[in-house]
């Protein structure tokens, strides 16, 4: 791969109105970026922080769920909120009421979701390959958000044979978005294999107005240097990397800060058991702040016990109690039989995490691929497609 230079390589990134300090995004993921997640990895370093996707019939419902996955603590300065619709209308209902009831600062429409209860119904990723339904959702989107920055983030595409994120990317710059961001994997490879990088760097070369975002097999700050210097993409997107490793974004933050020379070289981040269990710690107490119960929030803590331990070397039992963990003071008796000297294991707590999945058959509606245009057919499947389901 050819290196290309960006003029962003080590500055700020610019979206609209909106400067960020380094030019790093938070992915959207669902069940993972709510209020709690975003805060803890804002205590941590700099960068734009996004909601997990919201669907936007939910919202102009104002469904109970959809409210409250709105919500932004004071102290995000900068209120960035992903949507998914696959109706040009709803969509702009949607954004309108978002602008409207001063919710948002920044508003992300997904194309991306690889999920197949959504591409199923032509939602996600799979929605780029009707060309027209692409264009006049992201058309509406935008004259909707006005002044308010609107952004998108798809796939390279379906599959190898029908790809589409030149020409979508081309269509959303000519609509007007703030930044178009593209994970370098199609919908059928899921999370599969290794991210096409090439494919950002072909965006970027085709893009010519709006800032371009990298997504994909961002395990640490060197690779996101490394990506933004072979693609010469704007900013990075930030995904699976950082579950469990908050901390991957002052390292991120400290990276991108030495490099144009703010700050002296320095060290990555080397967390000690004992930093793990306090960043652990502080996470569950956000958590409880945000869900209405600390039983609903100790729930939620335990899918993210794996990820916080990776390469440590903690028990199995004990590893397994904390996946069951039923209060605050339950995960503290826990954590309090860690030796919390423990040094980082280096190798072993880096690189993927998160789960990859195989590569498959996308998931589309009956003919979806016979035409780039909606037929009466594909009509009646996205009618269905606005469900609670996210992914990137």
Known sequence: MTTVESPARAGNLT????????????????????TAYRRLCRE???????????????????????????????????????LYGVDPKTVSEAV?????????????????????????????????????LFRNIVEEAVKAAGDVPLTIKMRKGIDSDHLTYIEAGKAAEGAGVASIALHGRTASEFYSGQADWNAIAELKNAITSTPVLGNGDIWSAEDALRMMDETGCDGVVVGRGCLGRPWLFADLTAAFRERAGLIPAGTRA?????????????????????????????????????????GYPVGGELRSQMAQVTSLQHLDDLLGQLDWSMPYPGEG???????????????????WLESRELSENDQCAVAGAEIEASGG
């Open 44 to 82: 941590n370093g700099t960068g734009l922080f996004v909601s997990e996707m919201i669907t936007s019939r939910a919202l102009v419902e104002r469904t109970p769920g959809s409210m409250q996955l709105i919500q932004h603590h004071e102290s995000e300065s900068i209120r960035s909120i992903q």
């Open 15 to 34: 979206i609209g109105p909106i400067e960020v300090d380094v030019p790093v995004v938070l992915a959207p993921m669902a069940g993972i970026t709510n």
């Open 270 to 310: 080397a967390p000690d058991l004992g930093h793990v269990a306090a960043t652990l710690r502080r996470h569950a107490e956000l958590l409880v702040e945000f869900f209405p119960s600390e039983e609903h929030a100790c729930r939620d803590i335990r899918k993210h016990i794996a990820w916080y331990f990776k």
């Open 349 to 367: 707590a880096e690189g993927p995490r998160g789960r990859a999945g195989t590569p498959k058959r996308t998931a589309l509606p009956d003919k």
């Open 96 to 132: 309108t009421m978002l602008v409207a009831e001063n919710r948002a600062d920044h508003i992300d429409l997904n194309f991306g979701c690889p999920v197949p209860k959504v591409t199923r119904k032509g939602g996600g990723a799979a929605l780029p390959w009707k060309r027209t």
